[in-house]
Each structure stands twice: as structure tokens, then as C-alpha cells.
Nanobody, 115 residues
Framework: QVQLVESGGGLVQPGGSLRLSCAAS????????MGWYRQAPGKQRELVAT???????NYLDSVKGRFTISRDVAKNTVTLQMNSLKLEDTAVYYC?????????WGQGTQVTVSS
């Protein structure tokens, strides 16, 4: 079993920044990806950013150049630095860890961008 604990959500004005962090613990294999997904009210969950074991990253087109994902392999943590936030970034953000045994999810953290 894998546990994911997220932190860092909150309320921010348009153009502001937030930093999300996620710490994984439990039965983690040597090869896994971590990432962030989000779900806005009435919409499907979508991939925001992922990072693989060797650092390969993938971003949602609308966040490229604004969001940066990074990970600390030794600590099993992943961070999402979100800059130039827009109203449409408002959503619940979920941490994800994917490995051979399956996908694991955090509880979610609310990010609200509002003036």
C-alpha cells in the first residue's frame, strides 16, 4: 500500500503563485512516476504534470511555461510550482504515484484563483 500526503493549496489572486507538495510512503518500488492531476467542478479529472523516474516531464498544454514539476527521489516527494495562476486553474489538485502495482492517489488539495 502507498500513502500520499499533499500540502500547499489555498486561495490566490490571478497572477499569483502557489507551491504544492506531495510526500509518498509505503510500498514504493524503484521505478515509478509521480504527478499532479486536477478536477474542476463539473469537469473530468485531467493531467497537469508528471515526472518519471529519470526526470522526464510531461505537462498539460495550458500550464506549460507557468508550472514546474520536480521530484526528490530519495525522499519520495514531488512538488508543483505554479506561477502566473489564472482563474481557470481553480480546481482540486490530486497527487498521483504510478508504479507496476497500480495507481495511487492523494486526498486532494483545493487551489482557488480569485480576485
Amino acid at each position: 500500500q502507498v500513502q500520499l500526503v499533499e500540502s500547499g493549496g489555498g486561495l490566490v489572486q490571478p497572477g499569483g503563485s502557489l507551491r504544492l507538495s506531495c510526500a509518498a510512503s509505503g510500498s514504493i518500488s524503484g521505478f515509478y512516476s509521480m504527478g499532479w492531476y486536477r478536477q474542476a467542478p463539473g469537469k473530468q479529472r485531467e493531467l497537469v504534470a508528471t515526472i518519471g523516474t529519470f526526470g522526464l516531464t510531461n505537462y498539460l498544454d495550458s500550464v506549460k511555461g507557468r508550472f514546474t514539476i520536480s521530484r526528490d527521489v530519495a525522499k519520495n516527494t514531488v512538488t508543483l510550482q505554479m506561477n502566473s495562476l489564472k482563474l481557470e486553474d481553480t480546481a482540486v489538485y490530486y497527487c498521483n504515484l504510478g508504479q507496476a502495482t497500480g495507481d495511487y492517489w492523494g486526498q486532494g488539495t483545493q487551489v482557488t484563483v480569485s480576485s
